[in-house]
Every structure is written in structure tokens, then in C-alpha cells.
């Protein structure tokens, strides 16, 4: 009985996982099927020819490259930012005592509930007048702008886990507040900035809306964007670079993950503990 439970949840388990996952396998086999089979009625799941010129095309013939470019940049640039500046501001939250301590950190978490919809307009008006519209530098300041209080809010938690005797110990020794900080601090931190680095590029690689408020030129369009213009119009959608645009901009994400996830787990693991 207990081996006909296991396989029945077994089976349960991957019928979950395939429903989850065709929506993926079918835009890898689209992306790789001639133009003239994908709108074959009935429809086939295998392509009969396997060609690749939808990502010839994508690549040689359209602006994706500089789309992609432009897309990582934007990532890892607010990635730097907000991880730079959380890791310092959530080891202010947790390890220094002043007035109005607990209420910021209330508000940082009030800030991240807020609608980022509500934010585009204010933001737009103070790009254009502090002149920096238009340019990646604005949707790295915008998207700074939500990922920051998310970031602050759970780098709080992997360093409440860190014990306060390792920090002073440190200082005991000589070391100054910056160093115990450097030497001891974030090398505990590590899998819950790693996690929290994950979560940030995630957010700023995915974006939508700040891209298409901030951003009407293609020299500083991201790739959400800068696919949905090229490729999609009011008369005609061209599906199979779009598949083939869709795997490509998976890719960074499918490649973060296999090299990370194993400071992911850990992260979530060290974020559970409060020392």
C-alpha cells in the first residue's frame, strides 16, 4: 500500500511539473519549426523540419542584440545598486540602535506594497526635469526605485540569523566596525545576498511598464519592450521570432539559475533563522 502511494504521488508530482513546463517545451519547439507549420490545422507538436532561421534572423536582420544589451546592462547595473545599498542599509537596521529604528523598517515594507503603477507618473515628470530621460540610466534609477525596499526588507531577515558575538568579537580583536563588517558580516550574508541578487536582476530583467513610460527610443529600449515592438502589431503578429525571441531571453534566467541554485536553497534556508 505504501508503494502504490508513492507512485501515485510520483505520478501526481510529474503530471503537475508537465502542465507546468509544456507552455515552455511548446515555445522551444515552435521557435525551431518552418514558418508554414505553425499554422498547420490539425495542429502537430513535433516539427517535421528543424530549422534555425528564426534565430538567424532575430539575430542578423533586427536589433535584438542591442535589445539584450541593453537589458543587461539595466540588470545588473540595479542589481549593484540595490544590493549595495540594502546590504549596508539592513545591516543598519539590525545591528545599530537609534530612534525610529522599527518604524523605517515599517516603512520599507509600506514602500514595497505600494503600486509601482502609482509611481510611473511622478517619476516620468522627474526624469524630464532632472534631464536623464530616455536612457538606461532612468529605468535603472526607476526600477531601483521598487527592488530597493523588497531587497532591504529580506536582507533584514539573513542578518537578524547572523549572532551579534561573531561582530564583536572582531572589534574585541581590533577590527574596525568596517572591517568586522567586510570580514565577518558578509561573508555570512552571502547566500541571502546571492538570493537576494537572484530576485533583483529577476525583477529588473522581467520589467514592463517603466520600460514603455520612460523609455520611446530604440537605442535605450530593454528587451521586454523592444520584442513587443518589433515583433507584435495592430495587424499582424510574427509568432515564430517571437518564440525564438522568448527562448533567447530565457536564456540569461535558465543559466543564473543552474550556476545559483545552490545559494538559492541556502538563502531561503538561512533567511528561516533568526540567531
Known amino acids: 500500500m505504501k508503494m502504490v502511494r508513492r507512485v ?82 539592513a545591516h543598519s537596521l539590525v545591528r545599530f540602535r537609534y530612534p525610529g529604528r522599527e518604524r523605517l523598517a515599517q516603512l520599507v515594507l509600506f514602500t514595497y506594497l505600494l503600486p509601482s503603477v502609482v509611481l510611473v507618473l511622478p517619476l516620468y515628470l522627474l526624469m524630464v526635469w532632472v534631464g536623464i530621460a ?9 526600477y531601483t526605485t521598487f527592488a530597493l525596499p523588497y531587497a532591504l526588507w529580506l536582507l533584514r531577515s539573513f542578518m537578524q540569523g547572523i549572532p551579534d558575538d561573531l561582530e564583536a568579537a572582531a572589534l574585541v580583536d581590533g577590527a574596525t566596525r568596517m572591517e568586522a563588517f567586510i570580514d565577518v558580516i558578509l561573508p555570512q550574508a552571502l547566500p541571502g545576498i546571492i538570493s537576494t541578487s537572484l530576485f533583483t536582476f529577476i525583477l529588473a530583467w522581467n520589467e514592463y511598464l517603466f520600460a514603455l513610460v520612460l523609455v520611446n527610443t530604440d537605442e535605450a529600449r530593454p528587451l521586454t519592450t523592444g520584442v513587443m515592438n518589433m515583433l507584435i502589431s495592430s495587424f499582424n503578429i510574427e509568432w515564430s521570432l517571437l518564440m525564438a525571441a522568448s527562448v533567447m531571453m530565457s536564456l540569461p534566467l535558465v543559466i543564473i539559475f543552474a550556476f545559483l541554485s545552490s545559494y538559492l536553497t541556502r538563502g531561503f534556508g538561512a533567511g528561516g533563522v533568526k540567531g
Open 8 to 89: 501515485a504521488f510520483n505520478l501526481f508530482a510529474w503530471s503537475v511539473v508537465g502542465l507546468v513546463a509544456f507552455p515552455l517545451i511548446w515555445m522551444v519547439i515552435t521557435s525551431v519549426k518552418p514558418q508554414f507549420e505553425l499554422f498547420r490545422i490539425p495542429p502537430t507538436f513535433l516539427p517535421e523540419t528543424v530549422t534555425f532561421e528564426h534565430y538567424w534572423t532575430l539575430i542578423y536582420d533586427t536589433p535584438f542584440l542591442k535589445y539584450m544589451r541593453n537589458s543587461l546592462l539595466i540588470a545588473f547595473g540595479t542589481t549593484l545598486v540595490v544590493i549595495v545599498v540594502a546590504t549596508l542599509g
Open 134 to 142: 530616455n536612457s538606461l540610466f532612468s529605468l535603472v534609477v526607476a
